[in-house]
């Protein structure tokens, strides 16, 4: 069979063509990195997001090392946690829900820009290298709050990002003779060990111990507080930990007389 030259040319050329737009579209699927967010991150009821395993406690968790996992829930219109910090350097798995319904999660500037489907988790890990702010923004119109529903990611020097939690539990007001307690409870987000000093400072007399807190775990530090040293009246108090601050007052009353063995420790534990 005799094939014309201009045909056989033309033949070349189309092959030639549909292998290019096969290789194209291949490596715009695979060659930069972009990934679809598939449904491997599973599902939740939108009902039952208060009992959740994951989504009853939003927010940022450390795995080990520099991986981290941050949990999000989108509802009408923001955000929970609104504003995020992981440090510099590390590698942060997203899971994100919507509470009611279809918003999106996008952190401007990066490739993170995913839809959130009530009764979905969208998954997505993304490598943050340098300190900086991304604004975070819901791209799917959700109603006449939508473009309200915004929340802010801080990627912070490493050096300065901790998961340390201080609560202080104190009594508002102690009788006067009685021995009572200044507790702090440091609690530490972080996999690793966490050696810090607790510090409780009344009356200008500081006092301080020394605690390993373990990865992931909390340590209690109880300051017995002898009043009758203190003496009536307002004494302010501050007890740091790891840079952390709270502070409050006590009051020392006189003894009622109804009242001799007054349980002082009235320990509503406002801090
Ligand atoms: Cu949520 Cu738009």
Redesign the pocket.
């Known amino acids: 069979m005799n094939i014309h030259t201009y045909e056989k040319a033309w033949l070349v050329a189309a092959m030639v063509l549909i292998v290019g737009f096969i290789a194209t579209i291949t490596y715009g699927a695979v060659g930069p990195g972009i990934a679809m967010i598939d449904d491997d991150g599973g599902t939740v009821d939108p009902d039952e997001i208060n009992d959740h395993e994951r989504f009853s406690d939003p927010g940022v968790d450390h795995v080990g090392g520099n991986e981290y996992e941050v949990t999000v829930i ?1 509802q ?2 923001l955000y929970t946690p609104e504003e995020i910090e992981v440090p510099a350097g590390s590698e942060v798995t997203f899971y994100v829900t919507s509470r009611d ?4 999660f996008s952190v401007v500037g990066t490739n993170v820009n995913t839809m ?1 489907i009530p009764g979905q988790v969208s998954e997505m890990t993304v490598q943050f290298d340098e300190p900086g702010e991304y604004g975070v923004l ?6 006449e ?3 309200t ?1 915004e929340g802010l990611l801080t990627v912070v020097p490493e050096d300065e990002f901790d998961l340390t939690e201080l609560s202080v539990d104190a009594p508002r007001e102690v009788e006067a003779g009685n021995e009572t307690t200044i507790t702090a409870n440091v609690s530490n987000g972080m996999q690793d060990d966490l050696e810090t000093t607790v510090t409780l400072e009344i009356d200008g007399e500081t006092r301080e111990e020394e605690i390993t807190v373990p990865g992931d775990g909390s340590e209690e530090v109880a300051f017995a507080v002898d009043t009758a040293a203190l003496g009536e009246g307002e004494h302010d108090w501050t007890v740091t930990a790891d840079g952390y601050e709270e502070s409050g007052t006590l009051s020392v009353v006189s003894a009622t007389d109804g009242d001799e063995n007054g349980a002082g420790d009235g320990g509503d534990g406002d801090a």
């Open positions: 989108a009408a219109w319904v279809t918003h999106s959130v819901c791209n799917e119109y959700c109603g709050g939508h473009h529903m």
